[in-house]
C-alpha cells in the first residue's frame, strides 16, 4: 500500500524510496509474479534452491527487459551485473551490464541497493520491495515493485541474485 510519492518506510533498513519490504507473497505486479512463479518452480525440481545453471533467460523472454543478474563478488562485499535488461537501462538512466553495485552514483542508491542483496545473500530469502525511486536524479517519485530471488551454487551458497522491476506499478490495497 503505497499512501504518497514522498513517505518513506521507517522500518527494516529505512532504506529510501521505499515504502513497503517483505515476502514475495505480498507481489502484485504481473512481470515480477511472472519471474516469482519461473523461480518456484526451479525451486521445486531442485530441492528449494534454484541455481543459475537452471535458468534459461529464453523462458523469461516476455520480461527480460525488465531483469537484472547479478552474481555474488566475495560473500557479498560487492555484486557484479552479469545481466541488465534494456527496460532497466531505459527507466534508470543509465546502462548496468558488467558493472558493480559498487559504482553506482548517488551514493544513497549505491548503498541502499548494496544493503538489499546483502540481506538477500546472507538470508538466502526471497525480497519484495515496493515504493517510490528516491535516490536516482530525474526519476523521483516513479512508483515500482521489484523481487529480488536467490540463487544457490551446488555448495549451499547464494552466488547470483536474479530480480524483476516493475515501473509505474501501484499496487491495489490489499485487504485484511
Known amino acids: ?5 514522498t513517505d518513506q518506510l521507517s522500518g ?4 529510501p524510496g521505499a515504502r513497503q519490504e ?13 519471474l516469482i512463479h519461473y523461480w518456484q518452480g526451479l ?12 535458468v534459461r533467460l529464453i523462458d523469461l523472454y516476455k520480461i527480460a527487459t525488465f531483469l537484472a543478474v547479478k552474481d555474488v563478488i566475495d560473500g557479498g ?3 557484479l551485473n552479469r545481466f541488465w535488461g534494456t527496460g532497466l537501462t531505459d527507466a534508470l538512466g543509465f ?3 558488467n558493472r558493480r553495485v559498487s559504482s553506482y552514483e548517488p551514493a544513497s542508491m549505491r548503498d541502499a541497493v548494496h544493503q538489499r542483496y546483502v540481506r538477500v545473500t546472507r538470508t538466502g530469502e526471497p525480497e519484495m520491495v515496493r515504493g517510490y525511486i528516491a535516490t536516482i536524479p530525474g526519476q523521483e517519485h516513479v512508483p515500482y515493485e521489484v523481487v529480488h530471488l536467490p540463487l544457490w551454487d551446488e ?5 547470483q541474485i536474479i530480480s524483476a522491476y516493475q515501473f509505474g506499478f501501484v499496487a491495489e490495497v490489499d485487504e485484511a
Open 1 to 5: 500500500m503505497i499512501e504518497s510519492p
Open 12 to 15: 527494516k533498513a529505512g532504506l
Open 22 to 34: 517483505g515476502d514475495i507473497a505480498q507481489c502484485r505486479s504481473p512481470v515480477c509474479l511472472r
Open 43 to 54: 525451486a521445486a525440481r531442485n530441492n528449494g534452491h534454484p541455481e543459475w545453471a537452471q
Open 77 to 79: 562485499t560487492d555484486f
Open 95 to 97: 546502462e548496468g551490464t
Open 155 to 159: 555448495g549451499g551458497g547464494v552466488r
